[in-house]
């Protein structure tokens, strides 16, 4: 078993920056692909990065390429996601997720295993 939890939400005007952590327990992360998918209200779960279990390629929806950066530490059990920029449309709760294993990651949610319980990002205008 995997246990995420998610950190660093919180409410920033728009054009601002935040940094989330996602601190993983149990198995290690090392082997698997990791992600971050984010759900407005009212709106399904969307995906918005992805990083491989080495950190060597990273995948980002176009709405976020440019802005968005994922990162990861496997010694750490840690993954990070840096959002500059934001936008009123980037409010969401945002989920850490930790994919079956080290295959390249997917867009898909169903291709996750773990998930966090979750952190609010609010921007305002």
């Known amino acids: 078993q995997v246990q995420l939890v998610e950190s660093g939400g919180g409410l920033v005007q728009a054009g601002g920056a935040l940094g989330l952590s996602c601190a993983a327990s149990g198995r290690t992360l090392s082997r698997r692909a990791m992600g971050w998918f984010r759900q407005a209200p009212g709106k399904g779960r969307e995906f918005v990065t992805a990083?491989?279990?080495?950190?060597?390629?990273?995948y980002y929806a176009d709405s976020v390429k440019g802005r968005f950066t994922i990162s990861r530490d496997n010694p750490k059990n840690t993954v990070w996601l840096q959002m500059n920029s934001l936008k009123p449309e980037d409010t969401a709760v945002y989920y850490c997720?930790?994919?079956?294993?080290?295959?390249?990651?997917?867009?898909?949610?169903?291709?996750?295993?773990?998930w966090g319980q979750g952190t609010q990002v609010t921007v305002s205008s």
């Open positions: 997720a930790a994919s079956y294993g080290s295959s390249p990651p997917t867009r898909s949610r169903e291709d996750y295993a773990y």
């Open positions: 990083i491989t279990w080495n950190g060597d390629t990273r």
